[in-house]
């Protein structure tokens, strides 16, 4: 299949673009400019920033599918002066200008790589979010998503275009950058936390899960006009997952057992109850949507996928 992938120089990207040539497709990566290596055997096509005035050209003639990875990321303190602004521009306006351009090319089918952020921030115990709840983003990067999310799904019933929404939880893997490289350093430092007694639920997702899942959305015929929630299927703790991460780095989890709600507190008195949040409250996914709609099992379990990401941290800070 000749397949269109953005963000191919990103985490996620990067990683869609391996699987895509392992699977033997003919792969092209549409880019900003020719900066960011990419393998041999893909195409790359520059079309300069992503937004509404995005020109495609002929890049998309001929192909397939469009697996939509690139966006302007969710960043915790924004510098920009209208972060809603900004994420609209990138994410809603340039999402649909790249899809109806795709619409226009030939293409058939779109996937578009959303995020649990259209759901909500966070879950009640034993009330996981499914596909089928209302959207209620409580930030500007999600209502940017959900509003590219409506926008493709009106772009569909307009012109036939295979819309497929696809929101994964937190993603991690080898070469993982941001807050869950920030947890490896501390946990290979040994530096104490005081988070040993946060009893919290959340799901998370490897990157060969979610490539997977990607790929299985490009061909199966259940999947068009569909939202499917992406997680590994196993819900851990902060508490838990920190430990585990130790396991894997071979290192002690040093752990202080403070309670969350005197973390949060904490938190409050210097601004930053937001990181307290993300630290202590619970987001739960179900994906028995995904799993039985489309036949689908995560192939790589979150122990395995933690070693991994591990060895790979490991490796890059001994060379």
Known sequence: MKVVLTGATGFVGAAVLRRLLADGHQATAL????GGALPADASRRVVGELGPDLDCGDAL????????CA???????????????????????????LARQAARGGVRRFIFVSS??????????????????????????????????????ALADET????????????????????????LRWMQRGVPLPLGAVNNRRSLLAIDNLVDLLVTCLEHPAAAGRVFL????????????????????????????????VLTALAALV?????????????????????????????VNMDMALRRTAQHFLNKETH
């Open 116 to 153: 649990i952020k259209v759901n909500g921030e966070a879950t009640r115990p034993g009330r996981p979010f499914t596909a089928k709840d209302m959207a209620a983003p409580a930030d500007a990067y999600g209502v940017s998503k959900a509003e590219a999310e409506r926008g493709l799904l």
């Open 271 to 299: 601004g930053k109850r937001d990181v307290a949040r993300r630290l202590c409250d619970s987001l739960q996914v179900d994906i028995t949507d995904t799993t039985t709609t489309l036949d689908w099992v995560p192939p």
């Open 160 to 183: 036939g275009l295979e819309v497929v929404i696809v929101r994964p939880v937190l993603v991690y893997g080898p070469g993982v950058k941001a807050n869950f490289h920030s947890m």
């Open 71 to 97: 966006a302007r990321a969710h960043i915790m303190d924004d510098p920009a002066a209208d972060p809603l602004a900004a994420f609209r521009l990138v994410n809603t306006e340039g999402t649909l200008a």
């Open 61 to 68: 003639d001929g192909a397939e599918a469009l697996i939509h």
């Open 230 to 261: 992406a997680a590994d299927g196993e819900d851990v703790s902060t508490s838990g997952l920190l430990r585990a991460v130790a396991r894997a780095l071979g290192r002690p989890a040093r752990l202080i057992p403070v309670p969350a709600f």
């Open 31 to 34: 880019t900003r400019d020719a």
